[in-house]
């Protein structure tokens, strides 16, 4: 995540593009301040949070991450990340 994208995003809201944010559960900078992703949905960013994250595929934190996620609203999607199925075949 670099340290101007909420410039970046505004621009691309100009230009009438709505930003996705893909596994924001696996963004440090979002783990560690978790107000800025707030602030990206808040001005129209979507967010996209993996299956296997929500299940805990991932680890722990990065689970506890993505339930908070879900529960405050923060997250548009859910993916299967089947582009890469045999890491998670085991979890489903």
């Known amino acids: 995540m670099p340290h101007y994208v909420e410039k970046l995003f505004f621009e691309l809201h100009i230009k009438g593009i709505i ?3 893909v596994h924001p559960e696996k963004i440090r900078r979002l783990i560690e301040q978790p107000d800025l992703l707030y602030k990206l949905v808040k001005n129209g960013a979507l967010t996209q949070v993996a299956a296997a994250s929500i299940q805990g595929a991932l680890g722990k934190q990065i689970k506890k ?3 908070q996620l879900v529960e405050s609203n923060l997250t548009h999607f859910i993916a299967s990340d ?3 199925a045999s890491t998670y075949i085991h979890t489903y």
């Open 65 to 67: 991450f993505s339930l």
């Open 82 to 84: 089947a582009h890469n």
């Open 19 to 21: 930003p996705i944010i």
